[in-house]
Structures are given as structure tokens and as C-alpha cells.
């Protein structure tokens, strides 16, 4: 099992800045993926940004050139460096860990979730 661990969250004005952090940790093959995400209540979660092993880093429209993902292979940690907030940013945030494992049919993917990280940012 893998566990998921987020950090970071908090309050801020507009225009202030925080740094997420994500710790994955446990029985971990090869992480494929580690991407941020963020629900409101009662609203679909949605992807922030991602960071696979190999390629490019993906982000949404909404927080390019704001936020920037990255990693920290030896350790399993991701991090989200957010600048500029909005009120519009005001979500809990979550860090999805995606690994691959061996299988006896060939490679599995598996997701873990972290519980979450409230960042509320003031007008």
C-alpha cells in the first residue's frame, strides 16, 4: 500500500504565495505520475497540474504561468509552487501518486490519493 501525504495549505491575500508539498511513501515500485488536483464542495475534482517520470508537465489553463510543479525523485515528493493567488483559487487540494507495478499480465497502473490540503485565499 501507498500512503499520500499533503502539506502546505493555508490562508493568504491575493497576489500572496504558498509552496504544497506531497510525500508519498510505502510499498512504491516506480511512480508513473504525481499531479495536484482541487475540489470545491459539491463540484467535480479537477487536475492542477501533473508531473510524469518521463515527459512533460501539464497544467491547467487557469494557473499557467502562476503555479509550477515538481519533483523530487529520490525522496517521492512532488511539490506545487503557487504565486500570484486568486480568490478563484480557494479549493483543498489533493495529491494523486500513480504507480506501476509488475503484474503476472504485464504493468498495472494503481492511483493513491492524499486527503487533502485547504488553501483559502483572501480578497
Known amino acids: 500500500q501507498v500512503q499520500v501525504v499533503e502539506s502546505g495549505g493555508g490562508s493568504v491575500r491575493a497576489g500572496g504565495s504558498l509552496r504544497l508539498s506531497c510525500a508519498a511513501s510505502?510499498?512504491?515500485?516506480?511512480?508513473?505520475?504525481m499531479g495536484w488536483y482541487r475540489q470545491a464542495p459539491g463540484k467535480q475534482r479537477e487536475l492542477v497540474a501533473a508531473?510524469?517520470?518521463?515527459?512533460?508537465?501539464t497544467y491547467a489553463d487557469s494557473v499557467k504561468g502562476r503555479f509550477t510543479i515538481s519533483r523530487a525523485t529520490a525522496s517521492n515528493a512532488a511539490y506545487l509552487d503557487m504565486n500570484s493567488l486568486k480568490p478563484e483559487d480557494t479549493y483543498n487540494y489533493y495529491c494523486?501518486?500513480?504507480?506501476?507495478?509488475?503484474?503476472?499480465?504485464?504493468?498495472?497502473?494503481?492511483?493513491?490519493w492524499g486527503r487533502g490540503t485547504q488553501v483559502t485565499v483572501s480578497s
Open positions: 494523486k501518486v500513480t504507480t506501476r507495478e509488475i503484474g503476472l499480465k504485464g504493468l498495472i497502473d494503481y492511483d493513491f
Open positions: 510505502g510499498a512504491i515500485f516506480k511512480i508513473k505520475v
Open positions: 508531473i510524469p517520470s518521463d515527459g512533460d508537465t
